[in-house]
């Protein structure tokens, strides 16, 4: 049984939020390649290499 009581957890979704709080536009590179979906224009995001502009953020979600 065990601490969780012998339950399986899976992961289904995985979001990732970045904001950029200062006043230029930023790129950011991540080690994830995993495809995302970003959640404000419905388009598919590359996560290896994001654009977020000054003041600006990013929703995305990986469906496993």
Do not use: C
């Amino acid at each position: 049984a065990g601490k969780w009581g012998g339950e399986i957890i899976r992961l289904e979704e995985q979001g990732l939020a970045l904001f950029n709080f200062g006043d230029r536009d930023a790129t950011v590179w991540l080690r994830d390649e995993k495809p995302y979906t970003d959640l404000m224009e419905g388009s598919g995001a590359d996560a290896g290499r994001l654009y977020v502009p000054a003041h600006g953020f990013r929703w995305l979600l990986h469906r496993f």
